[in-house]
């Protein structure tokens, strides 16, 4: 179950190769990467039973269920665990305007090759429109006349015969821990390899370091690979607001680090869940979902169900996030 295709990757591996040795490997190609990677697998599943001797289920999860955890374990246990959850604060302006040029991009590639203009961008934009979040009417209109300038902009400068291999796609992989999926905004062909483009709608330029360290979009090129059968290793993130492109290629080597750190949360957040599941006194509660207090508690959804959180950082306005207009 654990590795359920390892068999058969072992058998036809082994018949191809049986006759040359072994490659070093810092110099395997990516086949033989994945097939180290499936032998980790192989040996490690061992460790993947549990105390009965049965052999536990794949861990299910998106990238933002593994951030969710990493930022603070209390929030994981109210936004995945706790049924029925604590009410949310009021939705985000800037989630908002986010979601609504997500959709409006992912509607624009939808189109025929002949309806791909900016026009029908500032269109779709208008018709997507979310209005949550902001601070009144008057707001929401500005920023919505500067998403449509911002979503024009950006298509005028793509070429609309170009034809995506996927938009909004869902991709998927496992590890021996993890069964991971995730949507993938934009899938892109550059001569034989797959690129990952994830829009970015933030306040904030970014670097080279947002695409390098992002655990999400590591594991976005892994499942995109693993996904399409073709080889993904870069990451492009655009940001709309200032129309720039931060480009990431990660190394087999770096790839197989966040994997590794993957399944390390990953084993951390199934542990942590089979403790909730199997029952948890309130003291032990906040021992195994601790409270992360930082600044990030200023933008929780469950602050007010949080004390320490909400007291050391008061909750900002829903539309706090949005740029000034
Ligand atoms: S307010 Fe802060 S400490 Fe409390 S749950 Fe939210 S992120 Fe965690």
């Known amino acids: 179950m654990i590795c359920t295709d390892l068999t058969l990757h072992l058998r036809s591996r082994s018949r191809a190769t049986s006759a040359r040795p072994p490659a070093p490997l810092s110099t395997v190609a990516w086949c033989d990467s994945a097939f180290v990677s499936a032998l980790r697998c192989s040996m490690r599943g061992m460790e993947q ?9 794949l861990y299910s999860a998106y990238p933002s269920r593994l951030t969710t955890w990493l930022d603070c374990p209390r929030r994981f246990r109210m936004a995945y665990l706790e049924r029925p959850p604590p009410p949310k604060g009021p939705p985000w302006g800037h989630n908002s305007l986010g979601a609504s040029i997500h959709l409006a991009l992912a509607a624009w590639w939808r189109l025929p090759y002949a309806r791909r203009t900016p026009t029908e ?5 208008k018709a997507v429109w979310l209005e949550d979040g902001y601070r009144d009417a008057q707001q929401s209109a500005s920023l919505r006349a500067r998403a449509t300038e911002m979503v024009a902009k950006y298509v005028s400068g793509l070429d609309p015969a ?3 291999i996927g938009v909004e796609r869902v991709v998927a992989t496992r590890t021996e821990i993890v069964a991971l999926s995730g949507r993938v905004d934009r899938i892109d062909q550059r001569g034989d390899e797959l690129v990952v483009v994830d829009y970015k709608t933030g306040r904030h330029a970014l670097t080279t370091d947002d695409a390098r360290g992002s655990l999400a979009l ?5 499942a995109t690979q693993r996904t399409l059968h073709r080889r993904c290793r870069t990451v492009e993130l655009h940001h709309l607001p200032t129309g720039s492109v931060v480009e990431w290629t990660y190394s087999d080597g770096a790839l197989e ?3 590794r750190r993957i399944d390390d949360i990953a084993a951390e957040c199934r542990d942590a869940e089979e403790a909730f599941t199997r029952g948890l006194e309130d003291a032990e509660t906040d021992r195994v979902f601790p409270p992360r207090v930082g600044a990030q508690c200023a933008w929780c959804d469950f602050a007010r169900a949080c004390p320490e959180g909400a007291r050391a950082y008061p909750t900002r306005q829903p539309w706090a996030g949005l740029p000034d207009c």
């Open 218 to 222: 590591a594991a976005y090129a892994v």
């Open 162 to 164: 170009h034809e995506p």
């Open 257 to 259: 680090r966040h994997l």
């Open 49 to 57: 039973l549990g105390f009965d001797g049965m052999p536990r289920r």
């Open 121 to 125: 961008a500032i269109t779709l934009v």
